[in-house]
């Protein structure tokens, strides 16, 4: 959510998850993942959704360094954070950091 000058009109309140609380560690809802390639425009109830562009890490407790980014129609890359990921047992917590810009949501997706 934002409320600045010179952005978006149609950003509620309602396209920020109730649980972000900003930078920090998260762990998606029903062992859902960072998806690892761009989920389309306008997906994720934003219009640019996040992806990870590196690997999530395979061995429990290791911690894989990522780059998030935002897809904003064809451009799969339109903006990008730092992210770290982290096996744990049997699910994923996510080092998030605030969204590059208000219409911009981070993804999750079923686990495979």
């Not at 409320?3 to 998260?26: C, E, R």
């Not at 389309?40 to 562009?53: E, P």
């Amino acid at each position: 959510y934002c409320d600045l000058p010179g952005h978006h009109n149609f950003i509620t309140p309602a396209m920020t998850s109730p649980d972000w609380k900003g930078p920090g560690w998260y762990r998606f809802a029903n062992n859902s993942v960072m998806p690892e390639k761009p989920p389309g425009s306008g997906s994720c109830g934003a219009s640019a959704g996040g992806w990870s562009t590196g690997k999530h890490p395979e061995t429990q407790g290791t911690t894989q360094i990522v780059t998030v980014c935002f897809q904003w129609l064809e451009q799969e890359c339109w903006r990008s954070r730092q992210a770290m990921i982290t096996r744990c047992d049997g699910f994923y917590v996510y080092y998030l950091d605030n969204v590059p810009e208000c219409d911009a949501r981070h993804c999750a997706v079923p686990d495979k």
